[in-house]
């Protein structure tokens, strides 16, 4: 298994210019989260989905968006990048069922995302 | 909305000392405690997990307790070693949302 890939790992964006974050997973978890981590700030979750289809706003979900079309792939999506949006982002998976399959939260290896 | 509160942010520590990290949580229906270590450049990953029915968990040098009532959780490292030099991030998660929710993070440095 390959676990969770993002790419890229490395992009530089000019402000207002869009761009999509690919994430894919092959453990058939339901779980998918996209985080931002910022020096001090931890991570914060931008949106997260229980399933194919299902999707939903975390913590700081503006200037965002996703969608679930397969249970493995959740793509982020840029819609105008801002500098604000400087930042390292880490995808992750986990099964959903708490009571039987544990919930072990596997992350991407990040994607570092400059805006100037 | 959910929110969970990590101290202190840096620690320091001489090696075989102990360190505590404190997480404090707003979600009443929060039932699950992962603990995470992040080393430099490299993305997190789980060292101790906790569950609400469980009120402390330990594994080898590394340990976490629970109290429901204050809605605090701790992770506690005996005889640490340089190599446990990394950021911790506590996080709460709640069966019924899916939703986890990320502390600030703990950077541990350990004194040779």
């Known amino acids: 298994n390959a676990g969770v890939t993002q790419t890229p790992k490395f992009q530089v964006l000019k402000t207002g210019q869009s761009m999509t974050l690919q994430c894919a997973q092959d453990?058939?978890?339901?779980?998918m989260s996209w985080y931002r981590q910022d020096p001090g700030m931890g991570l914060r979750l931008i949106h997260y989905?229980?399933?194919?289809?299902?999707?939903d706003q975390g913590e700081v979900p503006n200037g965002y968006n996703v969608s679930r079309s397969t249970t493995e792939d959740f793509p982020l999506r840029l819609l105008s990048a801002a500098p604000s949006q400087t930042s390292v982002y880490f995808c992750?998976?986990?099964?959903?069922?708490?009571?039987?399959?544990?919930?072990?939260?596997?992350f991407g290896e990040g994607s570092w995302l400059t805006v100037v | 909305g959910e929110n969970v509160e990590q101290h202190p942010s840096t620690l320091s520590v001489q090696e075989g000392d102990s360190a505590v990290i404190k997480c404090t949580y707003s979600?009443?229906?929060?039932?699950?405690f992962p603990w995470y270590k992040q080393e430099l450049g490299k993305r997190p990953q789980l060292i101790i997990d906790?569950?609400?029915?469980?009120g402390e968990k330990k594994d080898q040098r590394i340990a976490v307790t629970l109290n429901k009532t204050a809605k605090h959780f701790s992770l506690h490292i005996t005889e640490t070693q340089p190599e446990d030099s990394a950021v911790y991030f506590c996080?709460?998660?709640?069966?019924?949302?899916?939703?986890?929710?990320f502390g600030t993070g703990t950077r541990l440095k350990v004194l040779a």
């Open positions: 979600d009443s229906a929060s039932n699950y």
């Open positions: 453990m058939n978890h339901e779980y």
């Open positions: 906790i569950r609400s029915n469980v």
């Open positions: 992750a998976s986990s099964f959903s069922n708490f009571r039987t399959t544990g919930n072990t939260i596997y």
């Open positions: 996080a709460a998660g709640s069966s019924g949302t899916y939703k986890y929710i």
């Open positions: 989905s229980v399933g194919a289809g299902i999707t």
